[in-house]
């Protein structure tokens, strides 16, 4: 059971270019979120999916994108990526609702905007 | 405001105890989490507390004191692998999340 996958492991990218993270899990969880976390900062939450076709706001949502169109993925979009999006990302997963219980999380995207 | 309070960085011996502090102030309390972070990998859950009192799992232990907005990590007989970060997270009861900043803990021998 792979869990979460995450795609790209790392990436390079220019300012003002257009990145999509996928996301992909294979437990059937109804909440998914993304998450970016910088040095010396908690997680932060960017988006998140109660379940297939609903999607909402986290704490840090502007410059970002996401959909919802089915259990399994959740990929988040950089429409016009800058330096400031410099992160490690992270896509978790919950078998319940909003926040119900232990987040499982994927390996990370690692992005630096250049 | 919203705040959880853990100190950046720890050091032990390997064998020894550690005892990871954190403390919160949030909106509403719905439970404390506990996750690892070895170094470039993913966090992954550690222990989750809802009521007062010490929950023991193996080497680990998580305390809670809901009046006091306290919990602690304690590690027993600190292995090598045990250095990592350690993240404190509080369900504020709104459906958030809120994580601390973490706690890194390098063991030596």
């Known amino acids: 059971i792979a869990g979460i996958t995450q795609a790209p492991t790392s990436q390079i990218l220019a300012a003002g270019r257009r990145m999509t993270l996928r996301c992909t899990q294979d437990?059937?969880?109804?909440?998914m979120y993304w998450y970016r976390q910088d040095l010396g900062l908690g997680l932060r939450l960017i988006h998140y999916?109660?379940?297939?076709?609903?999607?909402g706001k986290g704490e840090v949502p502007d410059g970002y994108s996401v959909s919802r169109a089915n259990t399994d993925d959740f990929p988040l979009t950089l429409a016009s990526a800058v330096p400031s999006q410099t992160s490690v990302y992270f896509c978790a997963s919950s078998e319940g609702g909003m926040n119900t219980g232990e987040l499982f999380f994927g390996e990370g995207s690692r992005l630096t905007v250049l | 405001g919203q705040n959880i309070d853990q100190p950046t960085e720890m050091t032990a011996t390997e064998g020894a105890i550690v005892q990871i502090n954190c403390t919160y102030q949030t909106s509403g309390f719905n439970g404390l989490f506990w996750y690892q972070q070895h170094a470039g990998e993913a966090p992954t859950f550690l222990s989750y507390?809802?009521l007062d009192g010490l929950e023991e799992k193996g080497r680990f232990s998580s305390f809670l004191s809901r009046s006091k907005g306290y919990s602690y990590l304690l590690l027993k007989e600190l292995q090598m692998k045990d250095s990592a970060s350690y993240l404190c997270a509080v369900d504020d009861s709104n459906y958030q999340l809120i994580w601390g900043a973490g706690t890194k803990l390098i063991i030596k021998p």
């Open positions: 507390n809802v």
């Open positions: 437990m059937r969880h109804n909440a």
């Open positions: 999916s109660n379940t297939a076709g609903t999607t």
